[in-house]
């Protein structure tokens, strides 16, 4: 099946308990095929922070909620660290169903393409317009596509308050999971904690 796109899977009614029940049933592209489940968003729907991951990984495709994994127990302390309440943020990520390479028992994390980004936007674009937060924390290079298109790089402009709108501004920084991933976890750790700093010192 072709990326039809989310569009046609918005319900009448724009709030956030009914998308996240219309998402349960999309079909905008094929990862629902294999996922578990949708992950939708989650959090206090008038946050002043929003944070935007790449896709579920595997725990958070079993529990049908985002950042719940290793990546999350990273971003719970960083966040924590930062004097960022986790309890009045909204999180989510650019794609709401997990893509894996089966390998064995284990299902291996690939990344989404730009068209399954696109074709998962308008979840995205809603759930930025009735969150509608002072900070988008954006977190990895697939968040940032979706959110700033594909010239953005976070490598070159992350920790850096960028305008969103009047009064409210993005931050990027790299993907948690990144950190699990790095040589120097320490010094990765270090990096993300700065950059969370900035956007938790935004007025």
């Known amino acids: 099946m072709a990326n039809i796109g989310a569009e046609r899977f918005l319900p009448e009614e724009i709030s956030l308990p009914a998308l996240r029940e219309a998402a349960r049933r999309c079909e905008g592209c094929d990862l629902y095929l294999n996922a578990t489940q949708t992950v939708f968003g989650d959090g206090v729907p008038d946050a002043r922070f929003m944070l935007v991951g790449e896709e579920p990984g595997d725990q958070e495709d079993r529990q049908g909620a985002p950042f719940v994994g290793p990546a999350g ?8 660290e930062a004097g960022i309440d986790r309890d009045a943020v909204y999180v989510t990520n650019a794609v709401k169903h997990f893509k894996f390479q089966p390998r064995g028992k284990r299902r291996i994390h690939q990344k989404p393409t730009a068209a399954e980004i696109d074709a ?20 990895g290079a697939t968040a940032g596509r979706a959110l700033l298109g594909p010239s953005f790089r976070v490598t070159r402009q992350r920790g850096q308050a960028l305008p969103r709108a009047e009064g409210s501004y993005y931050v990027a920084t790299v993907h948690p999971s990144a950190i699990l991933r790095a040589p120097d976890r320490e010094t990765a750790y270090t990096g993300f904690l700065s950059d969370l700093r900035v956007a938790a010192a935004l007025p």
């Open 73 to 80: 127990r990273v971003l719970d302390r960083a966040l924590e």
């Open 120 to 139: 998962c936007h308008p979840w995205l674009d809603a759930e930025m317009r009735l969150v509608d937060p002072a900070v988008t924390v954006i977190l």
